[in-house]
């Protein structure tokens, strides 16, 4: 299986929003609702931020949500804010007990 | 609050064996759940492993599973990982974390170093 292709930046301005993308294949991110989203901060462990395609858990502000289209799925996050610089990786299942991971996009809030 | 740890040695032989042992703390691995392995090379993404029911059952990344092994100690509330005939790409922090299809507790990381 290949990695899930990420952009690798994003950047934006505080209150401002930003998607990133998560592009595979109808083999994991189109073929199963299992896409997850995780942020990232330096010598941290991930921290879960979506799970399920574009369910929050708790705790996780509304200011992040997900979606999918196809073959790609989304992470949007509005109202930037100087905590949300990190790295986010996307993760699906695909098929077989399979999962998978995207590289990474790292987010600059300028 | 469900808190994981891993330990085990931080350098590690080339050709040899990488052990890592999870401890799960607020929340019982016999109560069910799948628990799992992923690894971060330095300055690179994530890289998922494998994981493991409560009863036994695995599944792992085809690209690793002729050398991987992971079982579980529901006694000592406990998972382990064995990675074999290491190299230095496999020099890398390594996570464990709970399975839930997505994962929602993760350990802090350990780093492990292949090297002579």
């Known amino acids: 299986q290949s990695a899930l292709t990420q952009p690798p930046s994003a950047s934006g301005s505080p209150g401002q929003s930003v998607t990133i993308s998560c592009t595979g294949t109808?083999?994991?991110?189109?073929?199963?609702?299992?896409v997850s989203w995780y942020q990232q901060h330096p010598g941290k462990a991930p921290k879960l931020m979506i799970f399920e395609v574009s369910k929050r858990p708790s705790g996780v502000p509304d200011r992040f949500s997900g979606s999918k289209s196809g073959n790609t799925a989304s992470l949007a996050v509005s109202g930037l804010q100087a905590e949300d610089e990190a790295d986010y990786y996307c993760?699906?299942?695909?098929?077989?007990?399979?999962?998978?991971f995207g590289g990474g996009t790292k987010l600059t809030v300028l | 609050q469900v808190q994981l740890q891993e330990s085990g040695p931080g350098l590690v032989k080339p050709s040899e064996t990488l052990s890592l042992t999870c401890t799960v703390s607020?929340?019982?691995?016999?109560?069910?759940?799948?628990w799992g392995w992923i690894r971060q090379p330095p300055g690179k993404g994530l890289d998922w492993i494998g994981s493991i029911y409560h009863s036994g059952s695995t599944y792992y990344n085809p690209s690793l599973k002729s050398r991987v092994t992971i079982s579980v100690d529901t006694s000592k509330n406990q998972f382990s990982l064995k990675l074999n005939s290491v190299t230095a790409a496999d020099t890398a922090v390594y996570y464990c974390?709970?399975?839930?299809?997505?994962?929602?507790?993760w350990g802090q990381g350990t780093l492990v170093t292949v090297s002579s």
């Open positions: 109808s083999s994991d991110v189109g073929g199963y609702d299992y």
């Open positions: 993760s699906s299942y695909a098929g077989s007990n399979n999962w998978v």
């Open positions: 974390a709970r399975d839930l299809q997505q994962y929602d507790y």
């Open positions: 607020g929340f019982s691995i016999s109560s069910g759940y799948y």
